[in-house]
């Protein structure tokens, strides 16, 4: 979800990547409740730290709560959002996509206000 948002509000010229400690799949829900917004992130796939050219990177912003974050090398600057993982939700589908939602509009307020787009609340 955080790639799809960024991508949407990056400046012309910004090159967005996103990875996770390794591979996995994109949940269903997310591309649902970013379609929800007008993000299609139906073609992304998920991609592990080791497809990233960490060279080239600027920032790193971690979205770690429960887990441990990954550690990426190089010079980069280094940014933590303990936000929770809403694939661990229980419960109806309703209750999931609400966890997805909170996420998706935590990762949408703070990304903006990082693309210098959105008042700090």
Do not use: Q, Y
């Not at 991508?7 to 929800?36: D, K, N, Y």
């Amino acid at each position: 979800m955080a790639e799809g948002i960024a991508r949407s509000l990056a400046p012309r010229g910004v090159t967005i990547s996103s990875a996770g400690s390794s591979s996995t799949f994109v949940r269903p829900e997310a591309v649902r409740v970013l379609r929800e917004i007008g993000i299609d992130i139906s073609a992304h796939r998920s991609r592990g730290l080791d497809s990233i050219d960490t060279g080239s990177v600027d920032a790193v912003v971690t979205l770690c709560a429960e887990e441990v974050c990954p550690v990426l090398p190089g010079k980069a600057r280094r940014i933590r959002w303990e936000l929770p993982d809403p694939a661990g939700t229980a419960g109806t589908e309703e209750n999931r996509l609400d966890a997805f939602r909170a996420v998706r509009d935590e990762l949408r307020r703070r990304l903006k206000v990082l693309f210098g787009r959105g008042e700090e609340t």
